[in-house]
């Protein structure tokens, strides 16, 4: 079946530093999403991508973060100036058009902000 | 503000087994709900999505249902397996609110054998 890719699967990163994680979706997905997940909380939703622009964000996703589409195969988050409470698994994922809720996540990639 | 509740937050069943995961959720205003798999250091994956105007959905020994006006659903497992041990997410999509998902913290299940 096929799968959405994240790398890297750990990243460690001092506070104020830039990251950037990166995510490969399935190639005939439409929809990207960006989702973190505190250790021990909820999945909470970040971003959404649709048609080379953001469609939906929630408060989370203030002037820090950004998503780019930079080819027509790679999706990012770059969090600009990370703080210790960015610290977090980060997930990727996408589904194929609006209509379709079956959502394919990625593995994750686990951001420790020291 | 859609919160989304699951109960219980951890559950231990011999093989064999048949339980059930609780949801509710706050806000009967809903596009969809969806049922997740996390396995640990795994990503999410989709077990059953009910459209709002459906009652339940199954998919093998997994069986979930909806009920929108008290705000719950259940996700039936029967006859449990080891294999089943995992971390079960409910999710909703809210109505007319863009199409991201609102999760609960999950139930962690252990199935011993």
């Known amino acids: 079946e096929p799968e959405v890719t994240q790398t890297p699967s750990h990243q460690v990163t001092q506070m104020g530093q830039e990251v950037i994680l990166r995510c490969v979706p399935i190639?005939?997905?439409?929809?990207f999403y960006w989702y973190r997940q505190i250790l021990g909380q909820k999945v909470e939703f970040l971003v959404s991508f649709y048609n080379n622009e953001i469609s939906e964000k929630s408060e989370i996703f203030d002037d820090q973060f950004s998503v780019e589409r930079p080819d027509g195969s790679n999706f990012t988050l770059k969090i600009r100036s990370t703080k210790l409470e960015d610290s977090a698994m980060y997930f990727c994922a996408s589904k194929t058009n609006e209509s379709n809720e079956k959502l394919f996540f990625g593995s994750g990639t686990q951001l420790s902000v020291l | 503000k859609q919160e989304v509740t699951q109960i219980p937050a951890a559950l231990s069943v011999p093989e064999g087994e048949n339980l059930v995961l609780n949801c509710s959720f706050t806000d009967s205003a809903i596009y969809n709900l969806q049922w997740f798999r996390q396995d640990p250091g795994k990503g999410l994956t989709s077990l059953l999505l009910?459209?709002?105007?459906?009652r339940e959905q199954t998919s093998g020994r997994l069986n979930a249902s909806l009920d929108k006006s008290s705000g719950r659903s259940t996700l039936y497992i029967a006859a449990s397996q080891p294999g089943d041990s995992a971390t079960y997410l409910c999710a909703v999509r809210r109505r007319q609110a863009g199409t991201a998902l609102i999760f609960g913290k999950g139930t962690t299940l252990s199935v011993s054998s």
């Open positions: 009910i459209q709002s105007s459906q």
């Open positions: 190639s005939n997905h439409l929809y």
